[in-house]
């Protein structure tokens, strides 16, 4: 049986790396969700476009800190 009052826990903290993916992941989402939006007000034959390359843009802002963190996690 392990005494849980010594056992030491590692501090879960955001490395600069971490944010930086965080922020660019955010911002990519929120451009994303202009996209999507746009293509139902956009100039007329651009609709389809932009309608597709936001959602596809809010996709890839969910993947970016997966791919981030499977790379990382190889290294370590």
Known sequence: MSNIAT???????ASFADVIVFV??????VF?????????F???GTEFWLFW???LAS???FIVPMVYHWIV????
């Open 7 to 13: 056992t030491k826990r590692t501090r879960n903290s």
């Open 24 to 29: 660019f992941s955010f911002a990519l989402f």
């Open 32 to 40: 994303g969700l202009y996209l999507f939006g746009a293509g139902f």
């Open 42 to 44: 956009g100039a007329p």
């Open 53 to 55: 390359a936001g959602l």
């Open 59 to 61: 996709c890839l802002a």
């Open 73 to 76: 996690d190889r290294k370590g």
